[in-house]
T-cell receptor
Framework: GENVEQHPSTLSVQEGDSAVIKCTYS??????FPWYKQELGKRPQLIID?????GEKKDQRIAVTLNKTAKHFSLHITETQPEDSAVYFC????????????FGKGTTLSVSS | GAVVSQHPSWVICKSGTSVKIECRSL??????MFWYRQFPKQSLMLMAT?????????EQGVEKDKFLINHASLTLSTLTVTSAHPEDSSFYIC?????????FGQGTRLTVV
């Protein structure tokens, strides 16, 4: 089955800096890679996703890149703000097959002002 | 976007009792729902895939007799934790795919005393 590795586990940045979180996946059949932000005790919230037919996607301060050959994808947050502080999870799945999302272990991002 | 509602949000029960958690897709039909468990400061671990009208598929290491899943309709899946023990205390969260996106319930904080 799919296995998703995520690094780093914790990340501390100064407000205004960029933050990068990286994930690798094992199943070459996976074709859908979302990123979630989770605040303590709450449900994960989708912040951006990318499908395997695209190499990069951007939404304001957030961008995701995908390298299918190397089986890795990354989340980039620019101009970080204190409210970006949360736990971020990457995930992978085979969307057409309706399979479950398999999550990375998460990255705790702390943005200090 | 689509809404997934999960109840209860939190529950405290005594050791040895059973607890039922409901997951409803409010504005779409979900033939498949997923149940995850999340321990403090850890990732979401897939427990089982709930299939409408058929048996659930459990992940390795998850006891099917302890975590009973019923998916009796296209909008409702239930997870029953039977004979609960303190080690079952966790955050349980369900997910359903609406369109192309996975939506999560609010989660249930289970505490077994």
């Amino acid at each position: 089955g799919e296995n998703v590795e995520q690094h780093p586990s914790t990340l501390s940045v100064q407000e205004g800096d960029s933050a990068v979180i990286k994930c690798t996946y094992s199943d070459s059949a996976s074709n859908y890679f979302p990123w979630y932000k989770q605040e303590l005790g709450k449900r994960p919230q989708l912040i951006i996703d990318i499908r395997s037919n695209v190499g990069e996607k951007k939404d304001q301060r957030i961008a995701v890149t995908l390298n299918k050959t190397a089986k890795h994808f990354s989340l980039h947050i620019t101009e970080t703000q204190p409210e970006d502080s949360a736990v971020y999870f990457c995930a992978a799945s085979q969307r057409q097959a309706g399979t479950a999302l398999i999550f990375g272990k998460g990255t705790t991002l702390s943005v200090s002002s | 976007g689509a809404v997934v509602s999960q109840h209860p949000s939190w529950v405290i029960c005594k050791s040895g009792t059973s607890v039922k958690i409901e997951c409803r897709s409010l504005d779409f039909q979900a033939t498949t729902m997923f149940w995850y468990r999340q321990f403090p400061k850890q990732s979401l671990m897939l427990m089982a895939t709930s299939n409408e009208g058929s048996k659930a598929t459990y992940e390795q290491g998850v006891e099917k007799d302890k975590f009973l899943i019923n998916h009796a309709s296209l909008t409702l899946s239930t997870l029953t934790v039977t004979s609960a023990h303190p080690e079952d205390s966790s955050f349980y969260i369900c997910s359903a795919i609406g369109g192309t996106e996975a939506f999560f319930g609010q989660g249930t904080r289970l505490t077994v005393v």
